[in-house]
Structures are given as C-alpha cells and as structure tokens.
C-alpha cells in the first residue's frame, strides 16, 4: 500500500513525520486507479463491452468522486492538511530518485473535487450524448483514461509524478480531439493540439531536468526549500520553462491557437477540456510552483503579461465568431487569462485565480453542455447566425444556459462576479504604472466578454427564428442531458460566494496560496473597481443586446480591419505557418530531395554501374570453344605486336 507522510508545507526540508495509513487517506491511490483500470476494461475488452460499456464508464468516476468527496473531509480533520502517500520506487539511477508517490493536500484536494465532480456530470451527459455513435464504449475509454492521467497530475507528490500525468493528459486529449478521426478537420485538429503541446511540454521537461541538476531533486519540498540557494537566473529561466509547459496545456499566448480547434471533438470532449482538465493544468502548474514564481519578480510580470495580453486576444476573436462551440472555446481562451493574471499577481491573489478556476468549471461545463443541447435540437448546426427563438422551444436549456451566461460575465451574485472581480481588483492593486495597464486589461476584458456572450446567448436563444429549411421543430433534450444541465447551473449561481468565503482559508495550508492580498495604495478604491466593472459589464452586454435582439446577417458581409482580424484569429495561425509550418515543410522537402538525390541517387548509382558492368562483361561468357580461342588468339597476337613494337622503338 505505500506509507502515509503527513508534514505541514511550512516547516525546513526534511522535517516529515512517518505515520500509518488512516482511512481513505491511506487509499487516494485510488482515485487514480479506479478511471485507469475502467479505461483498461473498455478498450481492453472491445465490442464485447458494448452495451454496458458506458455505465461503467460513468461509474468509475461516480466513485472517484464520492471517494474524493470522503478523503477531502478527512482531510479537513488533520492538523497539518497534508498527506503524502509513496508508493514504490519509479527511478533510482545514480543520485536520481523518484518515488511514485501522491501528495493530498488542500490544493490538489480542490481539484480532485473540481476534476471528479464536474467530470462525472459530464459523463452521464455523454451517456445519451454519444447514444447513437457505434464507437460510444471506446469514447468512454478514453473519457476515463483523461480523468485518469488529470488525477495523476494534480496528485503527483513531484514533478516527474505530474509530468507523467501531463503527457497522459496530452495523449487522452489527441484522442478524443480526433474521435472522429474519418473527418479530415478532426484528424488535423487532434494532430494541431498534439503538435502545440509538445512545444510547451519540451520546456516542462527541461525544466524538470534544471531542477536536478540544480538542487538534485524533483520532489516538491525539496525543490521549494532549495529555490532560495540558486541564482536569481537559474530561477528565471527555470520559472520561464514551467510557464512554456504552462501556456501549451492551458491554450496561453503564444501556443493558444490549438485550443479553438479542439471542438471538432464531441462536444462533452469541449466541456472536459474547457471546464475540468486540460486547460486547468497550467494553472495548476503555476499554483503548485508558486514559491519558484514568487522567487523572482521579473518572472511574476512575464506571468502578469502573458495573462492581460491573452485574456484580450480571446475576448477581440471570440466576438467575431459565429460558430457556438468556437465563441465559448475563446471565451475559455480568455478566462484562462484571467487565471494567469491572478497566479501572477501572487500572495494572496493565487487563491483568487484557483477561486475563478473552480467557478469557471461550473459555468463552462454548463455553457458547453448547454451548446451540445442546442445542437442535439438542431441537427448539429452550430452557426449561430441560423438560430434564433429557441428559448420557446428549448426552455431548460435556455434556463440553464442563461445561469452559465450572467455567470461569465460576472452580473451579482452569480458566481462569475466573486471570482473574477477581486482579480480585477487585485490588479489595480500593483505598486507601479503597471496597475493601470493590467487593471485597465482586466476591466477592458470584462466588458468585452459581456459584449461576445451576450451576442452568444441573443442570437442562439432570442429573436427572429432563422433555422434552415431542414430544422422544423427544434426539441429539448432527453432528461439524462438536462439533469446535468440543472445541477451545473446551480453551481454557476452559488459556487463563487460559497468558493471565496471558504477557498482562501483552505489554501492557507498550501504554502503562499492562502492569506490577504497585500495592498500597495491602489490607484483605485476597491467600490469604485467594482461599480466599474459592473457598469462595463452592463453597458457591454447592453450594447450587444440592442445590436442583435433582431438577429443578424447569415451571409458574410464586409468587415473592417479589426472584424476581419478577428475571424483570422488575429492572424496568429498564418504565422505561425509562415514562420514554423511552411519552412519545416521546405526543409522536409529538401531532406528528400537530398535523400532521393544523393544518398540514393549514390547508392543506386553505384549499384546500376556494377549491374551494368557485369552484364555486359557476361556477353563474353558464350560456352563456345571458338570464341575462346579467338580470343586467346587475339590476345596473342595483341602481345606479339607491342613486343614488337617495344623492340623497333615505335613505343620508346
């Protein structure tokens, strides 16, 4: 089973106490195991698991959950909140040494919450979902194989322990990107989101190789403890590594173009993605790493930036999309950047970006779900601009959904406002300029995303109906996709009051993440950064409601610079064609041609000259005593004559 190490994240390296294993804590292994050895069964077992598939699909992470949910209050009871399970040996080479160990502590316990919870709902959404797709049990495979390798994640004890659930992560998600791999915009999706993520997990992977060379360990204290005895250098470039790991899993300015793509999966694959896994891993990662972040100031504004810059490139794209699953996918885009503005302001406002994580898993997975309803009464359409006065025909979708939508765009008391707004006030709260230019993007960004959501929710729900022929009665949902819908709205109303009373103080057992945000003077008093953000919030949302309340154009029209911009995702994937994808392909070519040309031009050159030589050398070969005598005669008379020749001089 392990032995169970309890320590408080406080005390020196190396103060640890031994204990023995105490109820479920000595069993959070488990929560792993279970989704793996379910994943293992279905796509072991094959069609035999057909029909029954599913369900045990569900199941697993039903009893994740509930397992989870137990462990978290046992949790609660322990005075240092803290647990460390170790395993068994995973590498002892020279002075490396790794356990396969798993560290339940109140950080990773929020996730296995958020993970397993949200997770499960989604599940049992997929369930009529994928009712009529004959690979449903393999789809269910993967769904468990994904939670599985997220748990691994956030529960590993140390970085090599996180990175094998990262990659897990990364292999699950190519899967269920390219499910329907017989399309060729899914195949290209899944191999996009594969490529982009190898960049950032080449960084994460350098990094971890930095910590041992620097501070011969992985192991998480270890590694904080020693933060402070290396350069201030090392620890710019290490946290620079992780951040690159970091911005790949969670879809970040420069690697952010992957994640919009990823909806040619199934739509409960976009809900597990945006809401309760992929994307929430570098955050994670930030949060986790927090003492190296804080180490270095340089390091927090690069983390600072990457956030105000990325959430404002989702917000300008995703008001210029018309597809509803791409909308939402940007809006994740951007309040991703919300959460790294937050993990990068430190102190305190690292429980602010956790905060807003957890509140976003409730009302993404409820928006998410809520579009795949959309599409399930509408024949798969997603164009927004052919929707319309859906919500008389569609009323618990458009409930629920309307929940998600004042959620997101932070209306009180819906949960978006207890969550996003105090990162808003937390950045006005930097002690230089720098509190204008990030706070002013946060507030720029919140009436910007009420403006695109609000265009979302009016065209898909409200106005003139503008269905295709083919659409005559759009339909509510079967009861087992609006069940989950239900309870996700519920979240998206109360979890931010519930998660900013309760989350700071179970964080301040996790070393930085807990506590007040220190205040430096801010150049804006708290009620006016409020009273702000409300009114940009209203007058964006106000704004977008008087634009489409009578639907739009369903041809394309002219568009000016920025419009057109925006539906080219800002250009970034033209450049990143130009500058990475057309000179590897010529560099490919070249390689053949050189290949084809040279090293086997050479080689089969040589080849046909000794096949041609032998060939011809063979005509003399006829078997007949004639020739040969002729020949011998010839030879004769060749040596007879330049003996000659030699004597009278001719060849002096």
């Known amino acids: ?3 169970i190490l309890t320590n408080a994240p406080a005390e020196p390296a190396g103060a640890v106490t031994y204990a023995t294993a105490d109820g479920l804590l000595g069993s959070v292994w488990l929560l792993v195991a279970i989704p793996l050895v379910s994943a293992a069964i279905l796509l072991l077992l094959g069609r035999r698991a057909d029909r029954w598939g599913h369900w045990l699909g569900v199941s697993a992470i039903g009893v994740s959950f509930v397992l989870g949910l137990a462990s978290f209050f046992q949790l609660r009871g322990l005075e240092n909140r803290s647990v460390e399970l170790s395993l068994w040996d995973f590498i002892s080479v020279g002075g490396l040494h790794v356990d396969f160990g798993l560290l339940f ?9 958020l993970i397993t919870g949200v997770g499960f709902l989604i599940h049992l959404y997929a369930v009529e ?13 993967y769904f468990n194989l994904f939670v599985a390798a997220m748990l691994l994640l956030v529960l590993g004890n140390n970085y090599v322990m996180l ?6 992560v990364g292999l ?8 329907w791999y017989g399309r060729p915009s899914a195949a290209t999706a899944g191999k996009k989101a594969f490529l982009m993520n190898r960049v950032g997990d080449a960084g994460l992977a350098i990094g971890i190789f930095i910590m041992f060379a620097t501070l011969g360990t992985t192991q998480y204290d270890e590694v904080f403890n020693g933060v402070g005895a290396i350069g201030a250098t090392t620890v710019l470039v290490l946290g620079l590594l992780l951040l690159l790991g970091a911005t790949g899993k969670s879809g970040q300015f420069p690697l952010q173009a992957w994640l919009p793509d990823a909806m040619e999966g199934p ?3 976009s809900a597990l993605i945006h809401a309760a896994t992929m994307v929430t891993a570098g955050v994670y990662l930030i949060a986790r790493s927090n003492p190296i972040f804080s180490a270095n100031s340089t390091l927090q504004l690069v983390v600072v930036s990457v956030g105000a810059l990325t959430l404002l490139i989702g917000c300008v794209i995703g008001a210029a999309k018309d597809d509803i699953k791409r909308v939402l996918a940007w809006s994740t885009v951007s309040q991703i950047g919300y959460m790294f503005l937050g993990v990068g302001l430190g102190g305190g406002a690292y429980a602010l970006a956790i905060i807003h994580l957890l509140a976003h898993g409730f009302f993404k997975a409820n928006m998410f779900l809520g579009a795949g309803s959309v599409m399930h009464g509408m024949k798969d359409q997603v164009d927004i601009r052919r929707f319309g006065a859906l919500a008389k025909h569609m009323k618990v979708t458009w409930l629920t959904f309307m929940m998600g939508w004042l959620a997101i765009i932070g209306i009180p008391p819906l949960s978006g406002f207890f969550s996003k707004e105090p990162i808003i006030v937390a950045a006005f709260e930097r002690e230089d300029w720098t509190a204008w230019l990030f706070g002013g993007a946060a507030l720029l960004g919140a009436g910007l995303t009420a403006f695109y959501m609000t265009r979302l929710f009016v065209l898909t729900f409200h106005g003139p109906a503008r269905w295709t022929e083919d659409i005559e009665h759009p339909h509510e949902s079967p009861k087992l996709m609006t069940v989950p819908l239900v309870l996700l709205a519920i979240g998206s109303i109360g979890a931010g009051y519930l998660l900013s009373t309760s989350v700071p103080d179970w964080l301040t057992a996790t070393a930085g993440l807990g506590g007040e945000h220190a205040e430096h003077h801010p150049v804006l008093s ?5 009273v702000l953000s409300i009114l940009v919030t209203v007058l964006g949302a106000g704004l977008a409601w008087f634009l489409f309340r009578n639907g739009t154009a369903t041809a394309p029209q002219p568009a000016g610079v920025l419009v057109t911009a925006a539906r080219r995702n800002l250009y970034t994937d033209a450049f990143n064609e130009a500058i990475f994808e057309k000179p ?3 560099l490919t070519r070249a390689l053949v041609f050189l290949d084809n040309r040279g090293v086997d031009g050479l080689v089969n050159g040589l080849a046909a000259a000794v096949g041609g030589g032998s060939g011809r050398l063979r005509r003399l070969q006829t078997g007949f005593v004639r020739s040969y005598a002729t020949s011998i005669l010839t030879g004769a008379l060749l040596v007879v004559a330049a003996f000659l020749a030699v004597q009278a001089g001719w060849l002096a």
């Open 1 to 3: 089973m392990g032995e």
């Open 105 to 113: 502590d109140p950080l990773a316990a929020v996730f296995v919450l």
């Open 129 to 141: 979902y994928m009712a009529h797709d004959e690979g449903r049990r393999r789809f269910f495979g």
């Open 163 to 168: 990175y094998f659930g990262w990659e897990g």
């Open 172 to 179: 699950a998600s190519y899967l269920l990107i390219s499910f």
């Open 267 to 269: 739509t409960p694959v």
């Open 526 to 530: 708290h009620a006016v950064i409020t």
């Open 584 to 586: 590897g392909i010529f």
